[in-house]
């Protein structure tokens, strides 16, 4: 057992007071993990891109389709350009929201990463359900009214198999998945790219 003695002090010439070792407590500073300031910035930015690319890419592809290209050409055409924007907007997304954030370690990155694109998926989902398409809206309507001039004689109504559409929903069930995934990659590289590194005596740590 170690028998601690109290600490004289002598602070004053010629007088020796006693007095007890002084304690200090580590006061922890706590504060959120996540920023939600940088990652609304990182989806605005992200949707914003994703409208432009894929206005982009439906303007080259009807322009294509007025020439000597082929509807089906076309529409696959549109649907991998469609993938490739959607990649390129989270990516410019997840790399906005770490670089609006301050420093922080590659792990709380990943964090806004991977909150940035699940809020993206919410948003564009709510948005996608209430019938909100901004710029496809204009080309919508436009097309709407191209129909219209069409007589209904000229106009054959398809037929309906049951099974087809089930397949047909199987495919895109599955094309949703697989890029949301690619999208949560995506998401994660830019914010792990874009985030800022802390520097510790001059260097970046």
């Given at each position: ?180 995934l690619l999208g949560l990659v995506a998401s994660l ?17």
């Amino acid at each position: 057992m170690i028998n601690r003695e109290p600490r004289a002090d002598y602070n004053e010439p010629g007088v020796g007071t006693m007095s007890e070792p002084a304690i200090i407590n580590q006061v922890v500073d706590y504060h959120d993990r996540v920023r939600w300031g940088p990652i609304i910035a990182g989806i605005v930015v992200a949707i914003a891109t994703q409208l432009v690319l894929s206005a982009l890419g439906a303007a080259i592809g009807l322009s294509i389709s007025a020439g000597e290209g082929t509807a089906g050409d076309v529409g696959t055409g549109i649907g991998i350009w469609s993938v490739i924007s959607l990649l390129i907007a989270l990516f410019i997304g997840g790399w906005v929201t770490s670089s609006t954030c301050g420093p922080m370690n590659n792990k709380t990155a990943l964090l806004h990463g991977l909150i940035f694109w699940a809020t993206t998926l919410a948003v564009s989902s709510w948005l996608l359900a209430s019938g909100v398409s901004g710029t496809f809206g204009a080309a919508l309507a436009n097309a709407g009214d191209v129909l219209n001039q069409v007589s209904p004689g000229e106009i054959q109504a398809p037929q309906v198999d049951a099974e087809e559409v089930a397949a047909y929903s199987a495919r895109a069930a599955w094309w949703f998945i697989i890029g949301s995934l690619l999208g949560l990659v995506a998401s994660l590289i830019g914010s792990s790219v874009g985030r800022r590194k802390s520097r510790v005596n001059g260097h970046r740590a």
